[in-house]
């Protein structure tokens, strides 16, 4: 880690200790900006400005570049403090229209930060039984909200995105935690068989949610990062909601079963390197969160993850070559899971298989002989990127993939 970086952490643990730094050392405006560019990468601005702003350090500091920051920390959380009432609003109309939601991330995870609002969420996201969608949509449309993709067939989406005209608030509709056509982790649903009858509440603000039992929520966090680590990478912020989680529920934890559910998808070096990574630079406890000798003797170097989880942004879009670099990735997996070693090409990057272009072109379900004409969609647009900057060059993506597919060995995701 350079010595920007070692600063980001230490600001985010003091954020989740709810403490400000004690730095004295003089930042020029320089290091300041790059410390206050690497937490909005990772969704978390104003964590590490309430975390900073009343240090020795920050006293010494250009007052009009902090204050610019403290304008966007101040909108960023009344935005998210919006989102909150408004979902929370939302959640009873959905219990009076006869809708049983189960509350997952997002609410759960801020829950557990000393400064709730300050922890951003761009979305909540809930999951439903199917034969409870229709119901859902219909309660949502009479409470405003509106499908963000009209042409979308929601029979056949595992998800449904909704917003609300005039409101911050954005909503997921999940029917599985997963999309289970994925080649590469469509199979993470069966870790969670029978999770409906394991279910919790949780009371945020006088509002009774349900949500997963702890360590269905717990394996469920882990998985959402293991997914987008398969993908093009996962920030800091999952790691510190992994934390938090642990720490607060690890008594109710059944760590023997999440232990068993991460060896089915190889998944054990991944998530022991997550718990390292939250004890030795954030806030996890293992004595707190009563983390098992079965765990903890598991060895593991957090080191390359770590380089990856800092370079990779909130959700690995740190750069379009690396957002890019998913295809070749999720390529691996998939080859992986069928005994075959997968091609490092850059036709991988950008011309991925037609499964995988649905989410974005909706339409190929119903007319699979458009998968030409979304291919060269697809290659406008990353034209249209690379002329946009420098981190779009195709060999780029090609090279952070390769990167990454070793890592992928080297965690033992992948032979």
């Known amino acids: 880690m350079n010595t920007n970086e070692t600063r980001f952490l230490h600001a985010l643990k ?29 969704r978390v601005l104003p964590m590490v400005y309430e975390a900073v702003y009343r240090s ?20 960023a959380v ?39 609002d300050c922890r951003m969420s761009g979305d909540e996201d809930v999951l439903i039984p199917a034969e409870q969608f229709q119901l859902c949509h219909e309660a949502l449309l009479a409470y405003g909200m509106t499908p963000c993709q009209p042409e979308q067939v929601p029979d056949d989406a ?50 009774v949610l349900t949500t997963m039992g702890h360590t269905d929520h717990l394996l469920y966090l882990i998985c959402h990062a293991f997914k987008h680590f398969l993908h093009s990478g996962f920030g800091v912020r999952q790691v510190c909601d992994i934390a938090l989680f642990a720490n607060a529920y690890g008594a109710d934890i059944d760590w ?23 004890q030795m630079y954030l806030t996890f406890d293992p004595e707190q ?62 011309f991925p298989a037609p499964g995988k272009l649905e989410r974005r072109y909706p339409y190929l379900k119903k007319h699979p002989y458009l998968v030409p004409a979304a291919w060269a969609d697809r290659l406008l647009h990353y034209r249209k990127e690379i002329k946009t900057g420098a981190d779009n060059q195709a060999m780029e993506a090609v090279r952070i993939g390769n990167r990454r597919i070793a890592l992928l060995r080297q965690y033992g995701i992948i032979k």
């Open 78 to 116: 009344m935005l998210q403090t919006i989102r909150t009432s408004e979902f929370l609003r939302l959640s009873v109309h959905l219990a009076q229209a006869g809708v049983t939601p189960c509350v997952v991330k997002g609410i759960v995870c801020r829950s557990l930060y000393p400064k709730p």
């Open 158 to 207: 595992y998800e449904v995105s909704y917003a609300k005209p005039g409101s911050p608030l954005y909503l997921e509709v999940h029917k599985s935690l997963f999309p289970p056509d994925s080649e590469a982790y469509g199979t993470l649903n069966q870790l969670f068989a029978g999770a409906s009858e394991r279910m919790t509440e949780l009371t945020v603000q006088d509002t």
């Open 289 to 350: 969160a009563c983390y098992p000798a079965a765990w903890q003797a598991i060895s593991v170097d957090e080191t390359a993850m770590l380089e990856d989880m800092l370079a990779s942004g909130i959700y690995g879009d740190a750069s379009m070559s690396r957002k890019h670099s998913s295809n070749m990735t999720l390529d691996a997996v998939s080859a992986d899971q069928r005994g075959k070693k997968a091609g490092q090409t850059v036709l991988k990057s950008l």
């Open 256 to 278: 023997q079963r999440l232990l068993h559910s991460c060896e089915q998808i190889h998944a054990v070096p991944f998530a022991a390197a997550l718990f390292r990574i939250g």
């Open 14 to 42: 003091a954020s989740l200790e709810n403490q400000t730094v004690e730095w004295t050392d003089e930042l020029s405006p320089q290091d300041w900006a790059a410390l206050f560019r690497l937490a909005d990468a990772h």
């Open 56 to 75: 020795p350090t920050a006293q010494q500091a250009d007052p009009q570049q902090f204050r610019a920051i403290k304008r966007r920390t101040v909108q």
